[in-house]
């Protein structure tokens, strides 16, 4: 009796710290697909303000990242809002923070430089300008309400009614649950408009990224608790 309770016990101290690595995981993955562009623009789409054929170049830059291999650059040749967006999975009432690694090249002074923000929302990062040629972090958090299921995440030269010219290179971009936002820090509240509230979206699908780490830990779970039954059922037939 006394070797099946020691055996319980260390089963549930085995099943607790599965419980934790699997939260400690959720809370430090970054949910972005291909953050640091190593390949390519995977996972990733282009769009801007101004279309016209030579307004804008994004390039997949071999060389020249902070971390790794690759980066990538947008270049305004003419005044443009210019965005590389990914679609990310979120959850009502978390909190996050979205951050990039930049640095630039003949960024115009008096508008929008290179920053991070949320497609849809004013708000912007501090933004980084003129000709900076150490990599410098732009982040800004974000609070997400009921019904909100996806957010379009954004790296970006120039920004809404603010178009700017120059060259801007991205590395290392991610986007992490949170538990608190620090103090003074840039912060987007994600809501639904009225439109959005009568008009439900369907869901986009989720990061492959994260289902599979959600899969891995479930499997490390059952095979704990497989364990846990052998030992169980070996003791008492004994």
Same mark, same amino acid.
């Given at each position: ?56 170049? #994004?390039?997949? +830059? ?14 305004? #040749? ?26 630039? =090249? ?24 003129? *000709?900076?040629?150490?990599? *410098? ?56 408009? +009225? ?8 869901? =986009? ?5 994260? =289902? ?27």
């Amino acid at each position: 009796m006394r070797r099946l309770t020691v055996i319980i016990v260390q089963v549930v101290i085995l099943i607790t710290a599965y419980m934790c690595m699997f939260w400690q995981a959720r809370a430090a993955e970054n949910l972005l697909v291909n953050p640091s562009f190593e390949n390519g623009l995977e996972g990733w789409r282009i769009t801007s303000w101004n279309t016209e054929p030579g307004s804008s170049v #994004f390039r997949h +830059e071999k060389g020249g990242g902070r971390t790794g291999v690759s980066c990538v650059t947008v270049e305004n #040749f003419r005044e443009n809002d210019a965005r590389l967006v990914q679609t990310v999975r979120v959850v009502p009432g978390k909190k996050y923070r979205l951050a990039v690694w930049t640095k630039t =090249q003949d960024v115009g002074e008096t508008a929008k430089g290179a920053c991070v923000s949320v497609a849809g929302y004013l708000e912007t990062s501090p933004d980084v300008k003129g *000709t900076n040629t150490e990599w *410098t972090l732009c982040e800004m958090y974000l609070v997400i309400e009921k019904g909100i299921e996806t957010v379009d995440v954004t790296l970006c030269l120039g920004g809404y009614s603010s178009v700017n010219t120059g060259k801007a290179f991205f590395d290392d971009a991610s986007f992490t649950e949170i538990d608190e936002i620090p103090a003074g820090a840039v912060v987007t509240t994600v809501k639904k408009s +009225e439109t959005e509230e009568k008009n439900a979206e369907t869901p =986009q699908a989720g990061n492959p990224v994260r =289902q599979a780490t959600v899969l891995r830990l479930s499997l490390v779970g059952l095979a704990l608790t497989a364990v846990a039954y052998y030992h169980i059922r070996r003791e008492t037939t004994n």
